[in-house]
């Protein structure tokens, strides 16, 4: 019997209720997940695995970014290191043709897979030519981050950017900022051009760039023009500056301004809500949409610090992504989400909740829960009907040997730098196999020519 290439026997498996024994997945031709059997026999001809996880979602990407990862980390003449950043961030944004940003999203996304991310939600705001001039098709980058997930296997949230003006009070846009520049009106084209490409691996939304960015009305506008349920997702409150000019300006914090101008619900996922008070921690969590945590980012670029324990004792949820790039790990981003906080409190495993005492499978499972959510696509849990997009363990590993279950997660998020992500299966595609992409050489040389080109230009 040949081994069957829809179908894998998993000794332990992380499923919506709890780990279980004896797992038998299976999936069908559109890559979702047909049935999930626990006490199963293991059946002839089914390749079996230690410890599969759902694969975890990427809820913030700005894919084009990862071309500087880590080429800021030289102190300018400014104090607020942030600033240096930002303007290496415009000269890359200013000079990236639509095939550099192809290459540069597919190296990104192949990474992301390898680390055990098998979605991601791409926040795209580079969407003009480097004159500021639209492309022929209005949709040309975005389609490009299309393309490149097409190739990498990952599953796709393409969040078309409204982009309008500099800051607070509707200032007009600066030379670098040009190639961001739309209204409503053109994202909801944007948005238009890409639904032929609708489907089980990719969702189009939307996303408001931030209250800088987005006048209340435009706001409105686009809420408005969207399909119904598509995921809604905005930059809103990274650094106490912008809180403090939001309030100066607008009269108002951003969480409470962005709630009192629309309706903010499950579909809305409000990424960077580093600083909030005390009454929009309630607001928020109340309000079921998700927070979106990016901690080695927000740690990168000195936002500060997400108030976790009072948002869980809230009933918050909240997923995690890697915006600028300078980590392509969840688990880098779910230790430090609670390393943070540990040595904000000097107290020990706060991700927890009475359900769950264990800190490493409550973060993997809380932002499994968020990042589906906020993703709009059936992703997140091994059960029928979701996308069968899983993790394999190396269960050979001598981290993971021999252990019980439920230290699992802890030794996979607290544990050492190897990758234990071995193999990765993703809308139902093996893109993964021993650590290593199945397209994972040629998308290299793609990328270290883009990035080559791209820093001499
Ligand atoms: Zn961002």
Request: with cysteine; aromatic share 6%.
């Amino acid at each position: 019997m040949s081994m069957s290439t829809s179908a894998l026997f998993a000794r332990h498996a992380l499923l919506p209720e709890g780990w279980r024994a004896d797992v038998l997945l299976e999936w069908d031709e559109r890559g979702d997940l047909s049935s999930v059997r626990p006490g199963a026999d293991a059946l002839a001809g089914v390749e079996k695995a230690d410890y599969v996880l759902p694969g975890m979602i990427n809820l913030h990407s700005h894919a084009f970014q990862r071309a500087m990862a880590g080429l800021a980390e030289r102190a300018g003449s400014s104090e607020d290191s942030f600033w240096t950043w930002r303007e290496l961030m415009y000269r890359f944004a200013g000079r990236i043709t639509p095939e550099q940003m192809e290459a540069v999203a597919a190296q990104l996304q192949v990474e992301c897979l390898r680390h055990g991310y098998t979605a991601i939600c791409e926040f795209h705001y580079v969407q003009r030519d480097p004159g500021g001039a639209l492309y022929a098709n209005p949709a040309e980058t975005a389609l490009r981050i299309a393309a490149a997930a097409r190739r990498s296997g990952i599953g796709l949230t393409l969040l078309p950017v409204m982009y309008g003006y500099a800051g607070f009070g509707e200032q007009p846009l600066k030379p670098g900022q040009q190639r961001f520049r739309t209204d409503p009106e053109l994202v909801l084209r944007i948005v238009e051009a890409l639904e032929a490409q609708r489907g089980p691996q990719l969702e189009v939304g939307a996303a408001p760039h931030s209250l800088r960015a987005a006048s209340a009305g435009q706001l409105r506008e686009l809420v408005a023009g969207l399909p119904a349920g598509r995921p809604l997702h905005i930059h809103i409150a990274e650094q106490q500056l912008e809180v403090q000019q939001c309030l100066e300006v607008l009269g108002a914090r951003p969480v409470d301004y962005l709630m009192e101008r629309v309706e903010v619900d499950g579909r809305w996922c409000l990424v960077h809500a580093t600083h909030l008070s005390d009454g929009e921690v309630a607001a928020l969590a109340a309000s079921g949409a998700v927070a979106g945590l990016c901690p080695t980012t927000e740690a990168n670029l000195g936002d500060g610090l997400f108030p976790l324990a009072p948002y869980l004792a809230a009933g918050g949820v909240f997923g995690i992504g890697s915006d600028s790039h300078v980590s392509q790990s969840p688990v880098e981003e779910l230790r430090w989400l609670e390393y943070g906080q540990r040595l904000a409190r000097r107290q020990r495993n706060i991700a927890v909740d009475d359900a769950c005492r264990d800190v490493g499978t409550y973060l993997w499972r809380q932002a499994l829960r968020g990042g589906a959510q906020t993703s709009g696509r059936a992703v997140g849990r091994l059960a029928a009907g979701r996308r069968a997009d899983l993790l394999v363990l190396d269960g050979a590993h001598p981290n993971l040997d021999g252990l019980d279950t439920g230290e699992v997660l802890g030794r996979f998020l607290f544990c050492g730098n190897d990758n234990l992500v071995r193999d990765v299966l993703a809308g139902g595609r093996w893109v993964v196999r021993d650590g290593r992409h199945v397209d994972q050489d040629a998308v290299a040389r793609r990328y270290t020519q883009a990035v080559r080109a791209l820093r001499a230009m």
